[in-house]
């Protein structure tokens, strides 16, 4: 993998809208403000990217620009880190006009999620390292300040060129339910206490490169040419989490039993499922995982469950491409080489 240099105190950031526009629309803008301003606070430089604030209704129409944008953030040599403001539906639409070869030129910092997920998973297969992490609007403008542990997990990662270690459970979650209207920017989500992870299957420990993203986001590129190639997952622990949709259980099982037909999970070393938003169909996520895998008679493949990231406040951030090993005896994630230069 084509790793990125580390991010240094006094570097630019750059702030991309590649997938909904929503950052840029009126009663949003203080949101974006405030996070940007924060980040400044942390010691960096913010560049805002052309077209980055120009309203959901524009985003849409305007896929090439949208890629043109974050072409430019990546051919920019003043930018070392590239933060997406927000996940979305189609970010799919702006790869087709992706410049492949100056990417791998200019391999950087990249960090999303969501429908974000598009974007990591072309990446990857250019070989780069992106991070699975925090968003501008939700985690770096979080009510009443950003949550320590979202920002020690990303920039423990992206600063350091060298092994993160072990990813320990959050010390709370946050019930859904951002507020986002300005008059609200006080009001505090409840912190709801958090479990530690969860060994739904398996036993021993698994070491393998890092593959994954958003449930609902991966499965929408099912049998396009941009879902990773059956390759990509050998020796893999992938890592899964489903969006704030709650998709229905038996919708969740039927796109694995898909999954399992194609091969993935006799490729895959390890599974890491995410936390749903709060909790629900959690349980019934976790039966499905176990079903699909005794029809396939693959009882033995580990999986670990509850890990707060992707769509869950505080979350960890996740490398792609980079090695990580999970141990069942104690229920332990850890991320075993450097994601930077």
Excluded at 111 to 132: K, N, P, R, V
Aim: glycine share 8%; charged share 20%; hydrophobic share 40%.
């Amino acid at each position: 993998m084509l790793k990125p240099p580390k991010l240094k105190q006094g570097d630019t950031i750059a702030i991309v809208s590649p997938s909904s526009g929503l950052a840029g629309e009126s009663q949003i803008r203080w949101r974006t403000d405030e996070a940007i301003r924060r980040i400044k606070d942390m010691g960096y430089q913010v560049k805002v990217m052309p077209n980055a604030l120009n309203g959901l209704e524009w985003n849409y129409s305007h896929p090439k620009e949208r890629a043109s944008s974050l072409m430019a953030a990546f051919e920019d040599e003043s930018v070392k880190a590239i933060l997406c403001t927000i996940g979305g539906n189609e970010s799919v639409r702006i790869i087709p006009f992706l410049k492949d070869e100056v990417i791998q030129q200019h391999p950087k910092i990249f960090i999303g999620y969501s429908d974000i997920t598009a974007l990591h998973l072309h990446l990857y297969q250019l070989g780069i390292t992106t991070f699975y992490g925090p968003a501008l609007l939700t985690d770096f403008a979080e009510n009443g300040g950003n949550d320590a542990y979202t920002m020690d997990a990303l920039f423990q990662l992206i600063q350091n060129a060298k092994p993160f270690g072990q990813v320990h459970p959050t010390p709370f979650v946050r019930k859904f339910g951002l507020r986002w209207d300005e008059q609200l920017r006080h009001y505090e989500r409840e912190k709801l206490p958090a479990r530690t992870f969860q060994v739904l299957n398996g036993q021993g420990r698994v070491t393998g490169h890092l593959i994954g993203g958003c449930f609902e986001s991966l499965d929408k590129l099912r049998g396009t040419r941009y879902f990773p190639k059956l390759a990509h997952f050998d020796g893999a622990i992938l890592f899964i989490e489903t969006s704030e949709v709650h998709s229905q259980p038996w919708s969740f099982e039927e796109s694995l039993r898909s999954w399992a037909l194609m091969g993935i999970f006799d490729q895959i070393k390890g599974l890491i499922v995410g936390r749903p938003h709060d909790g629900v169909y959690q349980e019934e996520y976790h039966q499905a995982i176990k079903k699909i895998l005794k029809e396939i008679h693959h009882l033995d493949l580990i999986v670990l469950g509850n890990v707060s990231f992707g769509h869950n406040e505080p979350k960890a951030t996740l490398p792609y491409g980079i090695q990580a090993t999970i141990e069942t005896e104690i229920g332990h994630l850890y991320i075993n080489e450097s994601a930077v230069l």
